[in-house]
């Protein structure tokens, strides 16, 4: 008879805003390595982050300009911009901008804490340097724009609204969105009673600030689970041919999670019992798999059929476009049912 595999724990031994020391055990043999160097690839390109992608300063087209008045040319300062930490919402339109602004006046030293930020954005490490304006009464007055992405993105590969992309002087810089910014693993060996063929992982996550390293390390596991769980859902249908519309699936899903779209109490308690916890999990599932869930109804499949073609999603399977007339002509109807029902009053 097959033994039972042990159940680890985990353990926080030391967490700051910017690094976190993890221990995990007992571990069966081998799993320390799968699970370490699993969690550590998706921490590294995996975690969503946001990114200045563009700039645009005051009296300069191009990026070999230099300034009138500061120190650093425009090269020097693109690469001084890169290391802002930029803490940013998650959510809203794939490739929306957020513009941050810089109005210096020298002399004096230019750093993160001078970037003005709408209220729900924040510059995670405000003391960075970003330039000197060396001369009595000279100006560095720029717009920095900001996206969210995954991984790095090269300057050519940067995607901005076409308003933006075409306005003389913007110009388009590499972006590392990623929140993590190093991740280690040590697998060790440890016991437990008699049995001494056991791991232990050590797990340590350093971030950029923007995120607590715990919340890293939840999302990489979260992210993780997303993929291993299309194998449990596996029916004998998985080895036929894939329909075009399932066959693939939305590639710029934003990382929103359920309690930031606003659905009713209702459909949001039948989503989070069905372990249903972000847009991502929304648009893996069918129609069907969501009428299964216990109390949850033709009102809700609309409502969240409703909220995910706001962001331009689909439930699997589905066509945006049907979608979209679908809605409209089930709005339509429930508007003509309140007319009729309030006529009937009179």
């Not at 689970?225 to 590639?251: C, G, I, K, Q, Y």
């Amino acid at each position: 008879m097959a033994e039972p595999l042990l159940v680890p724990r985990i353990e926080s031994i030391e967490q700051s805003g910017t690094y976190g020391k993890f221990v995990v055990e007992p571990l069966e043999r081998g799993f320390a390595t799968t699970l370490g160097n699993a969690l550590r690839r998706v921490l590294l390109s995996s975690i969503p982050g946001a990114a200045v992608t563009a700039i645009k300063v005051e009296k300069v087209l191009h990026e070999f300009s230099t300034i009138p008045g500061v120190k650093e040319d425009t090269t020097e300062l693109i690469l001084n911009i890169k290391e802002l930490a930029v803490r940013a919402p998650g959510g809203g339109r794939p490739n929306e901008v957020i513009t941050l602004s810089v109005d210096a006046r020298g002399p004096g030293v230019v750093t993160g804490a001078d970037v003005h930020c709408p209220n729900d954005v924040e510059i995670a490490n405000p003391e960075v340097y970003l330039a000197t304006i060396s001369e009595e009464g000279a100006t560095l007055r720029m717009d920095l724009y900001v996206q969210r992405g995954r991984g790095y993105v090269a300057p050519e590969k940067v995607t901005l609204p076409d308003s933006l992309a075409k306005t003389i002087g913007v110009i388009p810089i590499g972006a590392m969105f990623s929140p993590v910014r190093k991740v280690n693993y040590i697998v060790e060996s440890t016991r437990v009673g008699f049995k001494t063929d056991l791991e232990r992982l050590t797990l340590e996550i350093w971030t950029n600030g923007t995120i607590y390293p715990v919340h890293a390390l939840q999302d990489s596991a979260r992210i993780l689970r997303e993929f291993m769980d299309m194998f449990v859902r596996m029916d004998a249908s998985a080895s036929l041919p894939l329909s075009p519309e399932t066959a693939l699936l939305p590639a710029n899903v934003p990382d929103v999670r359920v309690e930031e779209l606003d659905f009713s109490v209702r459909t949001y308690n039948c989503l989070k019992r069905a372990g249903i916890s972000s847009v991502r999990d929304l648009v893996h599932r069918t129609q069907s798999e969501l009428m299964s869930i216990r109390n949850f109804g033709k009102r809700s499949l609309y409502e969240v059929r409703e909220k995910l073609a706001q962001l331009g999603l689909t439930l699997r399977g589905e066509n945006l476009a049907q979608v979209m007339e679908e809605l409209a002509a089930a709005a339509a109807e429930a508007h003509k049912e309140e007319k009729e029902e309030e006529e009937g009053k009179e």
